[in-house]
């Protein structure tokens, strides 16, 4: 069974820095990309970034220049470093695997809560 683990959510005050991590269980050379997604309260899930598998890289306009994302693909973990944080930033982040074969992963979602 394919698991995706996320860690690194928390509360942290306007301005500050926090890194998510996703660990999935699966072969690297079945991902097509890994990416984050959220979803605010009363929200539709949006794409905050992605990663391909031959490293290109796509963000959300409202996170460009303060987001990073990037993967270690011997540990099969995409990282989302996020910096300069906003209070319009809380939501559930959700960790997501675009797999061959057409099949889609996802996490369990972490809570990032900007707040002060």
């Known amino acids: 069974q394919v698991q995706l683990v996320e860690s690194g959510g928390g509360l942290v005050q306007p301005g500050g820095s926090l890194r998510l991590s996703c660990v999935a269980s699966v072969r690297f050379s079945g991902i097509y990309a890994m990416g984050w997604y959220r979803q605010a309260p009363g929200k539709q899930r949006e794409l905050v970034a992605t990663?391909?598998?031959?490293?290109?890289?796509n963000y959300a306009d409202s996170v460009k220049g303060r987001f990073t994302i990037s993967r270690d693909k011997a540990k099969i973990t995409v990282y989302l470093q996020m910096n300069s944080l906003k209070p319009e930033d809380t939501a559930v982040y959700y960790c997501?695997?675009?797999?061959?074969?057409?099949?889609?992963?996802w996490g369990q979602g972490t809570q990032v809560t900007v707040s002060s």
């Open positions: 990663i391909t598998s031959g490293g290109s890289t």
């Open positions: 997501n695997v675009d797999y061959v074969a057409g099949k889609d992963y």
